[in-house]
């Protein structure tokens, strides 16, 4: 099983661990800054638009992509790949993109968006990508901000918004819709135009030239377009490759394939579809990170990693305890759950050279909840899962020792659009749970005076498209200013503790961050989304809505109506007490002062679509406040 195989190979391949050393500087006796040198030897070459040229010369036959077509997977060559980005390309040149021009991008996951990517690069385009929930006046607003004139939408009902946006502006929008044949129209829109073209617009490609803008999914006020250059992708596909490769390769003996459901519209996604294609790590592209969807596909790719945001990981948790509740055996879960942290905690201590191996009796416990549960999990991701990358917000610590000992290491990272994704992750065969890692190579973090995290590197955005104001806001001699707070360990761990602008001060003055407590709370069900509130009043509180799945299963077991309201569980003593358990799991991360007091559960849900949640799922605070305001104040009375 992965835990035990960790702890033999990690010490037969010694030259992996701590790769890259850290260094530290420390101020009156603590760590102020972290930063990872880039290894030895040349700066890559290239920008990200040769990719697929470069793969397709090298190794035209080797296996790339696998395309999703009719419920099956379909092996796409890098030749075939380059083949399907030369003849967008073409088909955007002939339809007027200019070297710089801006193309906007509006579509779910898929190979459609990759190629399309790849090549507006090719063309000497910037991709703009919008996110396919987007609403009319978002799309207008970005339309009206980029400049952009051309666009390709995947199904009706986004040419309808794109339509519907551009209708408000001057000039014509060209698109193309992917579903009805847009990629053909491309391709036959550029079959005269000479291959050379493309090679010449690539030529003519630096690091230095814009790549994309992508306008952030910011939790108040308009996006702001973050402007990241080739040099930046590239920069960041090139460490994380560096950096993770060669252990998801040698230490599994497998050949690294991840199944990609992010959406690549946002920044995650994207760079690591970048750098899996540099890699070339085989990629598939599924549409949907709903966990009920994305199971079955999990299973049939049978990915070896995969890249998520801590919600998936909480729901393949959740999903196993219901399972087991069906069949009679919540409590036996409830135990397996215990022996996988204690397990967990055990072998990181023994892989880290910091204690002995799991006792006798500790491993025959993990051994029999292995055939019982844990196997199930891995099932639940295909079977071949040995890593994930988890980011967006910070994973509960007992849920990733849940998962490695389940069999399934989950590095943590940290970054933002404007670090063009991860500017720290767990380094390899060196996992510390509760922090979000060290630096990638070539990246120095730094905590400011007031606890804000501070980034140095190549991955550094450029600026916010036509707000120099912004831009000077948060970029300081070569620092950008993150807004979020942390602290670095004695070993050069980031641990994040909450946003800057989020912080919550108490009528007592007791500062508080709700991110710590708003993160432990919604990893336990039945627990959906939460806002935790306090800002000058006299202590902590929070806004609960139910998860709906989680919902229908305690309703299941308990053999109640399946379609009882929603307002009158609101104030089902038997739920409440069951949310109240979430909460004293969650106090239990912080002091008196810090904890959550009280708390009312809400019907309805936070989501993108009424405007309380951003695309990646983060929580509009204001929005969310807002909304729920009488039942703020009937916390405090």
């Known amino acids: 099983m992965g835990v035990r195989k960790d702890l033999?190979?990690?010490?037969?391949?010694?030259?992996?661990?701590?790769?890259?050393?850290?260094?530290l500087v420390r101020e009156n006796g603590v760590v102020r800054e972290a930063r990872t040198p880039l290894p030895e030897g040349p700066p890559p070459s290239g920008t990200p638009a040769d990719i697929p040229?470069?793969?397709?010369?090298?190794?035209?036959g080797s296996v790339v992509i696998r395309r999703r077509r009719q419920g099956s997977w379909h092996p796409v060559t890098a030749a075939e790949f380059a083949g399907d980005v030369q003849a967008a390309a073409k088909g955007l040149i002939a339809a007027g993109v200019e070297p710089g021009g801006r193309v906007v991008l509006m579509a779910r996951t898929s190979y459609e968006w990759c190629v399309l990517d790849f090549a507006i690069w090719a063309a000497g385009g910037q991709t703009v990508p919008v996110y396919p929930t987007s609403s009319a006046e978002q799309i207008a607003w970005i339309l009206q901000d980029s400049g952009a004139r051309h666009a390709v939408t995947e199904t009706s009902e986004h040419t309808a918004a794109l339509r519907e946006a551009a209708a408000t502006l001057p000039g014509q929008v060209r698109s193309w819709e992917t579903a009805s044949g847009g990629m053909e129209e491309l391709a036959r829109g550029g079959a005269e135009l000479p291959d050379e073209e493309v090679a010449e617009r690539r030529a003519a490609l630096t690091p230095d030239t814009v790549a994309t803008v992508c306008y952030t999914s910011g939790t108040t006020g308009r996006p702001k377009g973050c402007v990241l250059t080739h040099g930046n992708l590239r920069t960041e596909a090139a460490g994380?490759?560096?950096l993770l490769h060669p252990v998801f390769k040698e230490v599994t003996g497998q050949a690294a394939s991840t199944l990609l459901f992010l959406p690549l519209a946002h920044i995650l996604g994207r760079a690591i579809q970048v750098a899996c294609l540099m890699a070339r790590i085989e990629i598939g592209h599924f549409p949907s990170i709903t966990p009920d969807e994305l199971r079955p596909e999990l299973r049939r790719f049978r990915p070896t990693f995969v890249v998520g945001v801590p919600y998936l990981f909480e729901k393949i948790h959740d999903t196993g305890r219901a399972t087991a509740e069906k069949l009679g055996r919540g409590s036996s879960f409830d135990r397996a759950d215990s022996i996988a942290v204690r397990f967990g905690e055990a072998a990181l201590r023994r892989l880290l050279d910091e204690g002995r191996r799991?006792?006798?009796?500790?491993?025959?416990?993990?051994a029999l909840y292995d055939l019982l549960v844990y196997r199930r999990i891995r099932s639940e991701l295909g079977g071949n899962l040995r890593y994930a990358i988890s980011g967006g917000s910070p994973l509960d610590r007992r849920l990733n020792l849940f998962f490695y000992a389940a069999g399934v290491l989950v590095y943590e990272g940290y970054g933002l659009t404007e670090t063009t994704a991860a500017a720290t992750v767990t380094p390899p065969l060196r996992p510390r749970p509760g922090t979000v890692g060290r630096p990638v190579p070539g990246i120095a973090i730094r905590i400011a005076d007031?606890?804000?995290v501070l980034i140095k590197g190549g991955i550094v955005f450029a600026a916010y498209w036509n707000n120099p104001d912004a831009t000077e806001e948060v970029l300081r001699d070569g620092w950008f200013a993150t807004g979020d707070l942390g602290a670095l360990d004695d070993d050069g761990y980031l641990v994040i503790t909450g946003r800057k602008k989020d912080i919550l001060i108490?009528?007592?003055?007791?500062n508080v961050s709700p991110a710590v407590l708003e993160d432990r709370l919604r990893s336990r069900p039945p627990v959906g989304q939460c806002l935790v509130v306090g800002d000058n009043r006299p202590y902590i509180a929070a806004i609960v809505t139910l998860d709906p799945e989680a919902v229908g299963h305690w309703l299941a077991v308990r053999k109640r109506p399946g379609d009882t309201p929603m307002a009158e569980l609101c104030d089902d003593p038997e739920l409440l007490a069951d949310v109240r358990?979430?909460?004293?799991?969650?106090?239990?991360a912080v002091s008196r002062a810090e904890s959550i007091r009280r708390f009312r559960i809400v019907p309805g849900e936070f989501t993108e679509e009424n405007g309380m949640l951003t695309p990646s799922l983060k929580v509009k605070r204001h929005a969310v406040a807002t909304a729920y305001a009488a039942e703020i104040e009937a916390l405090y009375r």
């Open 450 to 452: 007031d606890g804000e």
């Open 8 to 23: 033999k190979q990690a010490k037969r391949r010694s030259d992996l661990l701590d790769r890259f050393p850290v260094e």
């Open 506 to 510: 108490t009528s007592g003055g007791k």
């Open 53 to 60: 040229f470069v793969n397709a010369a090298d190794d035209p």
């Open 358 to 366: 799991p006792g006798l009796g500790l491993t025959a416990a993990w």
């Open 581 to 588: 358990k979430a909460v004293d799991y969650t106090n239990q």
């Open 240 to 242: 994380t490759v560096e």
